[in-house]
Structure formats: structure tokens, C-alpha cells
């Protein structure tokens, strides 16, 4: 007789303690519930004290101003409402500074969209040298704008400017030609010099929202025999469109605060003829002594920016909703 094969132990299993199972079950204390409700709060706490410091507590202080009888050496006197105010919109610079900001803005932001997203375009597609292209278009949003229009004040420069000096070694001009004869013709040169260094921003925005487009949607409109202008209006705007938005709003405030390009070509002058309203108060701030004006024209100037900047959280807020 063959003799069975003996059977496999059976492993008992091991009681667990009651302590250990109390322990398991036992749920979180108080204080750790606290603890984790309170988490994200501490993690942005650096970022929101930083805020404060420098952004809430600034405002603050220049609304101070701005209703207050300030001295030139910056000391607040007393409370005053809105006569600053009152003084600096019934002065006879203003509403041709508040014209020219107006002007300054709309012109350098529409006039660069356009030409930045015409230039996205042309950088969106394969060509040799591509790169090379990609990074001259860089060079003018790298360089500051200081040298910017420095370099422009020369470039136009009626004696020695380099403008001039082709134009007659064409064979052109005759001789050197002022281009800048009225304090118009000035500002149309510095909104040309906002243009020219606003498109790299813009063209890089748009590049990257071009960029994320699938190209199944444009071979699927090329089989259905869409032509190129279909094509732009129908799937690359759209698909664009929030690239353009964020451009677009981050563009107005940039250009609306752009400092250094007129301070740097003309300074404001001729008697305020170029002068926008950050100039414009920086000349009353240190210039005239007038600092609770010159706090009432950067509430006015921040107040138009929250206009702005209201407008592009409904448009968002909105879309949100509708996704």
C-alpha cells in the first residue's frame, strides 16, 4: 500500500490585539481635523501677507492721499474729501492728458494685436530659419525701454539721425527732414515705438495658443473644401480667442501705466501735449510738489484699470458658466 501524502499545516491566524484594533478605529482628534481645514490657508499665507504689504496696504495709502491736504515734503495735514480731485479735473492739463492716455492705449494695444497676431501667423509655419526669426522677434520685448526709445529719439533725429541718413543715401531725400514738427507728429512716434516693442508679448501669446490647435480640425476643413480665410475665421480665431483675451487685457494695463517710452522721448512736453497720466502725475508728485494730486490722478488711473480689469472677470466668469 503506497502511503498518502500528509496534509499541508493550516496556519492559524493571529488574534489582533483589542488595544491595536481601538487604536485603528479610533478617529482623528479634534486638533487634527483643524489642522487639515486650516492647510491650504497656511500655504498661501507667504503670498497673501506679501500681497498685502505690497499691494493692499500701497492703495491704502495713496487713497489716503488723495483725500487728504498733503505738504511737499509728503506729510498728510488733514483730511480735505475730494478736493484734490475737483482741482485736478478742473485744471486745464487734464482732459488733454486723459485724451492722450485714451489715445496712447487704444492705438499701441488694437495696432499691436493686429500685427502680432498676423506675425503669430506667419511664425506658425515651416520655413527655414524659423528659430533665427522666433528669436529676433524677442530682442525688442528683451531690451528695456529706456534704450527702446533712446534708440528711437535717435532713429528720428532731424540733424544726425539714422533715418535721415538712409533716406538720403537712397537718393530719397535731399536733405534731412524733421519728422517730428508738431507735438502730434511727436506722440504718433512714441505710439509707434509702444507698437513696436508691445508685438513680441502679443505674438508669443498668440503663437502658443496656435500652437495647441490640432491640425485634424484644418484637414478636416481642407476635405470639406474650406479655403484659407474660412479657415482663419472659422477655427483659428475661435480657438485663439482666450489667448487673445489674456493679451489683450494684460496689454491694456501695461500700455495704460507705460512709463519710460514718453518719459524717455519727450518728457510730456510740449506743455503737456504728450503727456499721459502717468507722466502727467509724476510731474505734479516731484516736479511741482502736488502730491495729493498727483495721489487723485493714480486713483482715477487705477479705477478706470479696475473698469477694465471687471469687464475681463464677467467675460470669464461667464464663460465658465457656459462650458
Known amino acids: 500500500m503506497s502511503k498518502s501524502a500528509p496534509a499541508a499545516p493550516v496556519k492559524q491566524k493571529t488574534a489582533v490585539p483589542a488595544k491595536q484594533n481601538s487604536l485603528k478605529r479610533r478617529p482623528r482628534s479634534a486638533g487634527a481635523k483643524a489642522l487639515r481645514r486650516i492647510e491650504p490657508y497656511l500655504w498661501i499665507a507667504p503670498s497673501m501677507i506679501l500681497m498685502a504689504v505690497f499691494i493692499l496696504i500701497p492703495i491704502i495709502s495713496v487713497f489716503q492721499m488723495s483725500m487728504s491736504d498733503v505738504s511737499k515734503a509728503g ?35 488694437v495696432l499691436s494685436t493686429i500685427l502680432g497676431f498676423v506675425l503669430a501667423l506667419i511664425l506658425n509655419n515651416q520655413f527655414k530659419g524659423r528659430k533665427i526669426a522666433r528669436a529676433i522677434v524677442v530682442f525688442p520685448w528683451a531690451t528695456t525701454l529706456v534704450i527702446q526709445a533712446s534708440a528711437w529719439n535717435f532713429i528720428i533725429n532731424t540733424d544726425y539721425g539714422t533715418l535721415n541718413t538712409l533716406l538720403i543715401k537712397l537718393g530719397i531725400l535731399q536733405q534731412g527732414m524733421n519728422w517730428t514738427p508738431t507735438p502730434e507728429a511727436y506722440f504718433a512716434w512714441e505710439i509707434a515705438c509702444g507698437i513696436f516693442v508691445t508685438i513680441p508679448f502679443v505674438t508669443f501669446c498668440v503663437l502658443s495658443g496656435l500652437q495647441s490647435i490640432d491640425t485634424s480640425f484644418y484637414e478636416a476643413a481642407t476635405v470639406d473644401g474650406a479655403n ?19 493679451s489683450t487685457v494684460l496689454n491694456i494695463i501695461y500700455v495704460f501705466n507705460s512709463f519710460p517710452i514718453i518719459w524717455t522721448m519727450t518728457k510730456g512736453d510740449p506743455a503737456n501735449h504728450t503727456d499721459t497720466l502717468v507722466t502727467y502725475l509724476y510731474k505734479l508728485a516731484f516736479y511741482n510738489g502736488r502730491q495729493g494730486e498727483a495721489a487723485a490722478v493714480s486713483v482715477i488711473g487705477f479705477l478706470i484699470l479696475l473698469l477694465c480689469a471687471s469687464v475681463y472677470m464677467i467675460y470669464t466668469l461667464r464663460k465658465g458658466d457656459d462650458m
Open 228 to 246: 484659407y480665410w474660412q479657415k482663419l475665421f472659422k477655427i483659428t480665431l475661435p480657438l485663439v480667442k482666450s489667448s487673445l483675451t489674456v
Open 75 to 109: 506729510k498728510i495735514k488733514g483730511f480735505n474729501g475730494i478736493a484734490n480731485f475737483t482741482k485736478v479735473i478742473n485744471g486745464s492739463a487734464f482732459s488733454l492728458v486723459l485724451k492722450n492716455t485714451l489715445v496712447w492705449t487704444v492705438a499701441v494695444v
